[in-house]
């Protein structure tokens, strides 16, 4: 069983950092791609970055110049470094891993956490 559990939310001032971390288990890792899906109220949920199982990174033009995607394989975790945080930048933030199974292919979503930035 898949499971992807995200930590590192919470409540930070504009200009301020934090990094989001996204423990994946039940699958092999480092033979997959994953990613950082946000959500803000009213919105729909949007990519913000994305890092290929050989580690190539593509990001959400919002976001490009101040987070950091990146993986460490030896501990089936995907991290976020999110600096310069701007109030936009507020939203529930999902991690994301799309598997292609012998049977087929399906997306796998952690439970989200908070980010909330205050000006």
């Known amino acids: 069983q898949v499971q992807l559990v995200e930590f590192g939310g919470g409540l930070v001032q504009a200009g301020g950092s934090l990094r989001l971390s996204c423990a994946a288990s039940?699958?092999?890792?480092?033979?997959?791609?994953m990613g950082w899906y946000r959500q803000a109220p009213g919105k729909q949920r949007e990519l913000v970055a994305g890092?290929?199982?050989?580690?190539?990174?593509n990001y959400a033009d919002s976001v490009k110049g101040r987070f950091t995607i990146s993986r460490d394989n030896a501990k089936n975790t995907v991290y976020l470094q999110m600096n310069s945080l701007k109030p936009e930048d507020t939203a529930v933030y999902y991690c994301?891993?799309?598997?292609?199974?012998?049977?087929?292919?399906?997306?796998?979503w952690g439970q989200g956490t908070q980010v909330t930035v205050s000006s």
């Open positions: 994301y891993a799309p598997i292609q199974w012998a049977w087929g292919p399906k997306d796998y």
């Open positions: 039940g699958m092999i890792f480092s033979a997959n791609a």
């Open positions: 890092i290929t199982k050989s580690s190539s990174t």
